[in-house]
């Protein structure tokens, strides 16, 4: 009986400081400092989503990598192209980034997205989205050759 107290109490007292170290300890999600990644574009920014959207053809917003943005991807950055603020990130299909990659930026207002998209669905060659200007395909392209 008293083996059963002990053991009973050491596990209580196990759980009871796992909980109180828990809570010491803030959820990635919530720290502060955090970058935000590709696809919490769509949950953190639905206005910069629904630009990109836009300019992504038909048979692409199937395919769960590009439509939802649902692959291999990189923190959200912001960067000044020709004199205009952006958010900036690319995605690639997981297990098939080299043949399959997208580069994009979007206005930091959300107004306007322009994107570069290499993938089988497009005949596996580099392709522009939205139009984009001369100073951002060019800062698009160091993205293809990184």
């Known amino acids: 009986m008293a083996f059963l107290n002990f053991r009973s109490g ?31 574009l769509r949950k ?3 206005s910069h989503y629904r630009a990109y959207l836009k300019i992504l053809p038909a048979k692409l917003k199937h395919l769960s990598w590009f439509g ?3 692959g291999t991807g ?13 958010y900036a ?7 098939d980034c080299a ?3 997208l580069t994009f930026l979007v206005e930091v207002d959300g107004s306007r997205a322009v994107a570069m998209v290499k993938a089988p669905e497009i005949g596996s060659r ?21």
């Open 44 to 46: 953190k920014k639905p």
């Open 99 to 101: 043949d399959n990659f």
């Open 68 to 70: 939802r943005l649902d």
């Open 10 to 40: 050491w596990v209580v007292g196990i759980i009871l400081s796992g909980a109180v170290l828990c809570l010491g300890l803030p959820a990635e999600a919530a720290s502060p400092g955090m970058p935000d990644y590709v696809w919490d």
């Open 126 to 146: 580099v392709v522009e989205l939205g139009r984009p200007t001369a100073a951002e395909r060019k800062f698009m392209e160091k993205e293809f050759e990184d």
């Open 74 to 86: 990189m923190p959200l950055e912001r960067v000044m192209v020709n004199g205009n603020t952006y």
């Open 89 to 95: 990130s690319s995605i690639c299909k997981p297990h």
